[in-house]
């Protein structure tokens, strides 16, 4: 504690940690440790990209590296339906279900293909 008290200590931590210096110094510190540890997005789409082209990985590995990269990129979009009971009030006499609002969706959709 550089030979001061605890309590001493403590403050002097305290007020250090409020010097601009001494926070720039302890973020480029943590950047530098991090850097090596964590892949950036260009990192991973590289990786994807090469277990997707190397014809010495199982095909099935191959088709999964593909996936991914489509979902990075935004290539497709998965589908989540989600169904409840709660009813929607569109004003004055119109009620409907959500559950209901959906197949009445649909079937304008199927009628109109």
């Not at 277990?51 to 989540?80: P, Q, S, W, Y």
């Not at 709660?86 to 409907?96: A, N, S, V, Y």
Request: glycine content about 6%.
């Amino acid at each position: 504690m550089a030979g001061y008290s605890q309590k001493t200590a403590y403050s002097k931590w305290q007020e250090n940690l409020k010097k601009p210096e001494i926070q720039q110094a302890i973020h480029e510190r943590e950047q530098s440790r991090l850097n090596g540890l964590i892949d950036t997005r260009d990192e991973r789409l590289t990786f994807l990209t090469g277990v997707m082209r190397d014809t010495k990985h199982d095909i099935k590995n191959r088709l999964r590296a593909c996936e991914l990269l489509d979902k990075a990129e935004g290539d497709f979009l998965e589908r989540v339906e989600v169904k409840t009971q709660e009813t929607l009030d569109l004003g004055g006499e119109i009620k409907l279900s959500l559950l209901e609002l959906e197949k009445t969706a649909r079937s304008g959709i199927k009628q109109t293909e």
